[in-house]
Each structure stands twice: as structure tokens, then as C-alpha cells.
């Protein structure tokens, strides 16, 4: 069976738990405890970070890859555009998010208070910034739930737990995210460390 090695309080294991519950996969966690990381995280991936797939002979890491390949791998809901160049622009948005948004989140877990409060400026305007786009429509992508959903929800739920109070005019974003966290597939990829993070 495949194995997903994954962090309890993990952002990017949160992803990849979300989109094997939304495909409906057979699986099992091992759960990390990333305080006294085991040595077979390293041997799987080079740096050394969870989440991490394991497939019979297929090793993955990269919690946007190992979506992807459940995505490919495993019966519909397709939660990628099946066009080529929507396609394209559904990982050109992925990249971007990465880029600009989640590259920072390891400084609102670690950083000093003063790199934490810069960050937390910074991801709430980059989360301000994304109001426009789903005003208009139901998911990320339009009417129909996708990757982009399932890779931005988890900070979404992060939000009181990194103290980033978005502004009013942000609250398209909010009713968006009720509506993702409302899927039960979102429920049941949450741990119990996870599930109190939000009040
Ligand atoms: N870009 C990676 C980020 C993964 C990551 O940062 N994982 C953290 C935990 S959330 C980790 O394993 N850090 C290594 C450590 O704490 O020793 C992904 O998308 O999978």
C-alpha cells in the first residue's frame, strides 16, 4: 500500500493527506515527528523534508509533485486541467504561490519575531491579493475544485494559528476557504494537531 510519510502540524503534508482523501486512495501515514526526524527521511529525500510518497519502487517528494502523480495515477475527480496550456497555467499559479507565499512559511514557524511580523505582513498581502480572482467564481480555477485549491487551502486554515488577520475586503477569500474546508475530504486529511489550529 502506498505510504505517506508525513509531519502532524506539516502544511505541505496537509496538502498531499487532503488530495489522497479527495481521490478516495487506499493509503497509509507514517507520522514524522520532525523533532527527532528518522534517518530514512534523508535517504528518501535528499533535503531531508516530509512530505515524502512511497509506491511500491517510486519514492517521491515535493508535496506538489506527489499531487500531481496521485492526480495522474489514480481514477477521476481529475483535480488538474486535462487541456495542455490550462494545464500549463494551473503549474505556472502553483509555481507562484510557491515562489511568492510559500517559500515564507518556514519563517512564520521559525524566524525571530521581527522576521515573523514581516512575514506575516507579506502572506496577508499576498492572500489580500488573490480576492479578485475568486470573487468571481466558486474555486481557484473556476466552478469545478482543482490542485490550486488543495495546495493554498492549508495556510488558509493556518491563518489564526500565524496570527494573519486579513482585511475586510478580503472576505470573498474567507467565504472561498469555508467552502473548501467544508469538503469532507479536507475533514478527514486533518490531523488532530491540525484541527485546532483554527478557532
Ligand atoms: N517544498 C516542500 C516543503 C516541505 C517542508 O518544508 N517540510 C518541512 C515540514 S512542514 C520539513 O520537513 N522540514 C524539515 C525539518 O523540519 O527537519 C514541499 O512542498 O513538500
Same mark, same amino acid.
Given at each position: 500500500?502506498? @505510504? ?35 534517518? *530514512? &527521511? ?11 510518497? @512511497? *509506491?511500491? %519502487?517510486?519514492?517521491?517528494?515535493? +508535496?506538489? &509533485? ?31 504561490? *510557491? ?12 524566524? +525571530? %519575531? ?8 507579506? @502572506?496577508?498581502?499576498?492572500? #489580500?491579493?488573490? #480576492? ?7 474555486? $481557484? ?22 496570527? &494573519? ?8 477569500? $474567507?467565504?472561498?476557504? %469555508?467552502?473548501?474546508? +467544508?469538503?469532507?475530504?479536507? +475533514? ?5 494537531? %491540525?484541527? @485546532?489550529?483554527?478557532?
Amino acid at each position: 500500500m502506498m @505510504v505517506l510519510y508525513s509531519g502532524s502540524t506539516c502544511l505541505f503534508s496537509h496538502r498531499c493527506r487532503f488530495v489522497l482523501y479527495e481521490k478516495g486512495m487506499d493509503f497509509e501515514i507514517n507520522d514524522i515527528d520532525l523533532l527527532d526526524k528518522p534517518k *530514512e &527521511i534523508t535517504s528518501m529525500n535528499p533535503y531531508g523534508e516530509v512530505p515524502v510518497l @512511497v *509506491e511500491r %519502487e517510486l519514492t517521491l517528494y515535493e +508535496s506538489n &509533485i506527489i499531487n500531481e502523480f496521485i492526480d495522474e495515477r489514480f481514477p477521476p475527480p481529475q483535480l488538474m486541467p486535462t487541456d495542455p496550456a490550462l494545464r500549463a497555467k494551473a503549474r505556472l499559479l502553483l509555481f507562484n504561490f *510557491e515562489r511568492e507565499i510559500f517559500l515564507h512559511v518556514d519563517n512564520l514557524e521559525n524566524g +525571530s %519575531e521581527e522576521i515573523q511580523q514581516s512575514t506575516r505582513a507579506l @502572506v496577508k498581502d499576498k492572500l #489580500t491579493q488573490l #480576492t479578485p480572482i475568486i470573487a468571481k467564481s466558486k474555486f $481557484m480555477l473556476g466552478d469545478e475544485f482543482s490542485m490550486i485549491d488543495a495546495a493554498l487551502a492549508p495556510l488558509l486554515w493556518r491563518l489564526d494559528y500565524y496570527q &494573519i488577520l486579513l482585511p475586510d475586503s478580503a472576505a470573498p477569500l $474567507m467565504k472561498y476557504a %469555508e467552502r473548501v474546508f +467544508s469538503r469532507p475530504a479536507f +475533514s478527514e486529511g486533518l490531523t488532530s494537531h %491540525e484541527k @485546532v489550529m483554527r478557532r
